[in-house]
C-alpha cells in the first residue's frame, strides 16, 4: 500500500515579531518539527513581505505563514487553533471547559486585537513619517498601557499559575510575547504584578525559551 507523504510543516517567520513568536511556542508545546523560514521585515528599508513570492503566499504581506498537512495558514489564531484541533497531543491550549476556553480568547484577543496593531512595524513607520518620532512614544505608551491594563483587570478573575488556571493556554502564548515587546518599548511593567508573576513562570519553560527570539536563526541584536 503506497503512503501520501506529507511535506515537513514550514513556518516563515520574523524572529521578532509576536505573532510568529506565538506560533513557535505553539509548534514546540505541540512537538511539532518544522523548518524555518526567516523573513526579514526590514531589509532594504522595506522588508522582503512585499515581495511578489511572499505576497503570493499572502496577500496581507505579514508573518507567520505555516505550511503543514498540505494547508497554507495565516494569522496567529487561527494557526494555533488548527494545531489544537488536530493535534491532541502535548499541552491543550484551548481548554475544554467552554467558560476557561472563552476567558483564554478573550486574554487572546486583547492582545491580538487591543495592543499588537498599535505596536505593528507598518503603524510605527507610518507614525515616524507622518508625525515624527517624538509622537512615536506617546502613541505606543497610551495603547500598550491601555491594552495591558485591560489583561491585568481580567487576570485577577483568571490567573491561577498561568493566565487561565494553572494549565498553559493559548493565553500564555500571547502574553510573553508582549511582555516582552512592552519593555523593548519602556513600558513600566511593575504596574501589572499579575503579568509579571505569570510572564515570570513561562519565560524559563523549555518550549517558551526555544521559541524566543534570541533562539531563531535569524535573530539580530537588538
Not at 512537538?31 to 526579514?40: F, G, N, P, Q, T
Not at 487553533?81 to 480568547?105: N, Q, S
Not at 498599535?118 to 512614544?137: F, H, L, P, S, T
Not at 499559575?161 to 511593575?190: H, N, W
Request: glycine share 4%; aromatic share 10%.
Amino acid at each position: 500500500m503506497n503512503q501520501i507523504k506529507i511535506a515537513k510543516p514550514i513556518l516563515w517567520s520574523y524572529f521578532q515579531s509576536t505573532c510568529s513568536w506565538r506560533v513557535r511556542i505553539a509548534l514546540n508545546l505541540k512537538a511539532i518539527d518544522y523548518e524555518y523560514r526567516a523573513v526579514d521585515l526590514l531589509k532594504n528599508k522595506g522588508g522582503e513581505q512585499f515581495s511578489k513570492e511572499f505576497t503570493n503566499l499572502n496577500p496581507k504581506q505579514e508573518v507567520p505563514i505555516l505550511f503543514i498537512d498540505n494547508y497554507l495558514f495565516t494569522q496567529s489564531i487561527p494557526i494555533i487553533e488548527y494545531l489544537d484541533e488536530t493535534r491532541r497531543h502535548g499541552a491543550r491550549l484551548l481548554p475544554d471547559d467552554p467558560v476557561k476556553r472563552a476567558k483564554c480568547r478573550i486574554i487572546a484577543e486583547l492582545i491580538n486585537s487591543g495592543i499588537q496593531p498599535y505596536q505593528n512595524a507598518n503603524v510605527i513607520k507610518k507614525i515616524n513619517a507622518e508625525m515624527g518620532k517624538d509622537k512615536r512614544k506617546d502613541w505606543l505608551h497610551f495603547y500598550l498601557n491601555k491594552g495591558l491594563n485591560a489583561v491585568e483587570e481580567i487576570l485577577k478573575e483568571t490567573k491561577g499559575r498561568y493566565c487561565v488556571g494553572d494549565e498553559i493556554t493559548m493565553a500564555d502564548l500571547f502574553l510573553v510575547p508582549q511582555v516582552f515587546a512592552a519593555k523593548r518599548y519602556k513600558i513600566d511593567m511593575s504596574i501589572y504584578p499579575l503579568i509579571n508573576t505569570i510572564n515570570s513562570e513561562l519565560e524559563n519553560i523549555d518550549d517558551f525559551l526555544r521559541a524566543h527570539p534570541y533562539s531563531q536563526p535569524d535573530f539580530l541584536r537588538i
